[in-house]
Structure formats: structure tokens, C-alpha cells
DNA sequence: GATAGGGCTTCCCATCATTGGAAGGTCAAG
DNA sequence: CTTGACCTTCCAATGATGGGAAGCCCTATC
């Protein structure tokens, strides 16, 4: 084949390491490459093509099986726009979850040191709430996502 | 001893698994409870007080290391607050660089879904910018984390 | 007292994406 | 021909959790 490089020029052309082109080739991401007589993988521009989408959308943070879903309408010429959108508001929402949930836990710990002396006085009121059992009866708290609900 | 727990019941007092529990204790994150001449673990309140710690801690998203790390300060009555400022503070630091990675995620992503038209088009500029070639050169453009320079 | 059920035990495997290493084959330049 | 950089495969580990199998233990009911 015309034009065809080795796996090492395909990660740095790419920028998916080359362990990790073998990876994606062995749970079937990507197809396997053609090999050499010594059997060295080759990849044409069209298979770095392919792993620049791929790195690409690995680091919008979709999923393996979200690249493989998005590779297919992506070879798919008669794949309609909503398609995409589909999975890539799937995506969005859980995105949008996670963030939710970090900048939960970002207030609780910022609200303790409002009230951590940062000095060398032995009661720090982080580990006084991470300790708090002064009502252990409600131990299934379970709707108070962060057991925080008797803090500060 | 007085007043001892099964694994079923400290979990449920608790809010960690039964499973996790176990795993806790392979891992030396916390003791080895004691047993029953059949093998059955035994947990005192303190036992379950500890758990209750660890469980906080999760919820609050710090890794079994720092956990370690916070349950010695907290058995060490002469621990200071700023070591617990110290483990707490660098968590928040991690958080912040994990929600402003997301917050960059979902910004490119969004931004992409103002130009898709949701219809039946195949040209959905979603799929289009993640296979977009035109500039296979800069193929190390390590410093824009979403490979995302010439989007839209 | 036998039996059924549920809880307990250990051990192994799976997830998810990625990295590391070991042991060995191949290629190009010196 | 040697050296060193590259390639190959396979195996293992990460971190936190879950699932399941095989087998033991305890209690309640018949």
C-alpha cells in the first residue's frame, strides 16, 4: 500500500499512543490494521484520519462504546444529524451530572474551612464533622447525598 | 465483647456495603475486625463510628489514600488542623481542576449543538469537527486540551 | 430434630481506559 | 556485524465497586 506508516508514526500523527491504537484494535474500536511480511501494523492517512476522530472525541470525554456508535454514523453517509445528537446529548447530560455532583462536594468541603483555624489547635471542624455521630440512629440517610445535612 | 456487630448490620449502619467493608480491610484501610469462633466478623460502635467516617469521606470523593491519611490524623489526638487543611485543600485543588475540565467538555460540546440543526441533514458539524483533517500537521497540539483551536 | 432461608465466609472475575514491563523479533545506520 | 530504536505479544496493574459461585453457619418453623 501506498502512503502506509507504522504504528509509531500513527500515534505521533495522531496523537492516540501507540499502545493504545493496539488496544483500541484488539476490543474492536478500530479495524485491524494490514500487516508487514514481519507483521509490523500499517496504517494509511485514512486509519490516522480515523484515530485523530477518535482522540478527538476521547477527549470531549465520550465513552469507547459513544466513539464506536459516533465512528459508525460517521461512516455512515446517510446518517441523519439527530443521530449524533442523540449521543451526544446522552453525553451532555452525564457531563452535566458529574459537574453537578463535583461542585457538590467542592461547596460542603469549601463551607468547612470557613471554619478551619488552619492553626494547630487539635479540633478541626473537618474531621469533627467527618467524625460526627451524635445522631447515629439515622444511619440511612440516604437522600442527603453528602451526610452533610447536620454540618455547620 | 459487648455490644458487636455482623458485617449485615455494621453495613447497614454504616452505609457501606458488606462487600466494601471486607475489601477495606483487605486493602489495610481499616482494621481487621475480630471474629466469631465461626469466622463471622465482629463490629463494635466504634468500629461502626470509623466506617461511618470512611463512608463521609467518599461521599466527599477523597481516594482511600487520603482517607488513610485522615483517619490517622483523626486517631492522633494531637494532630493538627492545618494536616487536615493540608489533605483537604489539595482534594479541593483536585476537584476544581476536574470540574473546570468538564465545564471546558461541556462549553465545546454546546457549542457544537448551536450549529447542528437536529434534522435529517448529513451534515451534522458534531461528527464533522471530530473528522476534521484540514490541518493534519499540527498533530501535537498538546497545549489546546480539546483539540478544539479551530472549531466553529 | 430436620429442613429451609438467609447471612456469612473466601476466592475469582468484571468493569473502564490506560500504562507498564518483560521477552523477543526486525530494521536501518554505522 | 553490532547497536539501538522500533516493533511484536502477553501479562499485570491501577481504583472503587459489583457480581457470582461454593460452602459454612445460624435461626425459625414444621
Known sequence: MKHSHT?????AASGVSAKMIRHYEKIGLIEAADRTDAGYRLY?????HTLRF???ARNLGFSVDDISELLDLWKDSARASK????VADGHLSALRSKAAEIHSMIDALEHLFEN???DERPDCPILKDLADDANPARAKDVG???GFERVC
Open 54 to 56: 477518535v482522540r478527538r
Open 7 to 11: 504504528i509509531g508514526e500513527a500515534a
Open 144 to 146: 442527603h447525598k453528602f
Open 83 to 86: 443521530d449524533v445528537r442523540r
Open 44 to 48: 494509511t492517512p485514512a486509519d490516522i
Open 116 to 118: 478551619c483555624t488552619n
